[in-house]
């Protein structure tokens, strides 16, 4: 199976990225150019929706970090959503569950929202 994105806008100034299957290094362009994509237009928030991604390497974190770094240089947010078990395990033990906010469920409120009370994203179980 070919390596797919799919990119739905979830507000104003939000998307959400939705990969699918492996993110190795045999198969990242269709993030990277969704992730790309999404900066050039503007969007202040992008949600990494890991849902349906059966494996991450080293150079799918590097893409998502990338795109993090990005985000934050022109005061937006990327958020790593429904990682599976192994994949949040992956992000505590490299300290990236550390740098980038992540949601353990599949919330389907607006990125773009504010938090009530201004509370934080809900982190992956896997921080420490």
Do not use: K
């Not at 990327?78 to 992956?90: D, K, T, V």
């Amino acid at each position: 199976m070919y390596p797919s994105v799919r990119v739905e806008v979830s507000g104003r100034q939000a998307v959400v990225v939705r990969p699918i299957g492996d993110v190795d290094y045999s198969s990242l362009e269709p993030l990277r150019e969704a992730l790309l994509d999404a900066r050039i237009a503007g969007v202040r928030d992008i949600v990494v929706d890991l849902a349906e991604v059966s494996f991450m390497d080293s150079q799918g974190l590097a893409v998502i970090l990338f795109a993090h770094q990005r985000q934050r240089s022109v005061g937006g947010r990327l958020i790593l959503r429904s990682p599976s078990e192994e994949i949040a395990r992956l992000l505590c033990v490299t300290n990236v569950a550390h740098v980038i906010d992540v949601e353990s469920g599949n919330s389907q409120r607006d990125p773009a929202a504010p938090r009530a009370g201004g509370e934080a994203p809900r982190r992956s179980q896997w921080r420490g």
